[in-house]
């Protein structure tokens, strides 16, 4: 197998990974909507804080869920598109056991290293 192959074999390894985290994602956002539809109304006070933490808990699982969602979207577009891997701020190829490791990553090493320098802003 040449290094080409095994380039092609990992990024699919990743690729199948993002469809993976994205039907569970999908699965726990119906799991979501039937919680929402099923819950039921505490009886005291006591029961109604407890629900309330949880309610707002689960919201905010929901929306990070919702939020990655969207970015394994992006990632799966550029899949599609034959841009996935390539650093969004330099162009070059972002090391493939970064990719691996980090599926959603979306800058090079160096470029996430330049931007999360101190007194480095990100809107300069």
Known sequence: ???AEVLSSDLDLVRRSLLV???E???KH???KNLQHSSAKATDEADAVVQDLQDNLN???HERDQFSLLLIDKALSKFADGTYGLCECCADVIDVRRLKARPLATLCIACMEDQEAPG???FQ
């Open 1 to 3: 197998m040449n290094s």
């Open 59 to 61: 919201i905010q699982l």
């Open 120 to 122: 480095k802003h990100l």
């Open 30 to 32: 119906m799991e979501f």
């Open 25 to 27: 994602i999908l699965n």
């Open 21 to 23: 985290q994205k039907s």
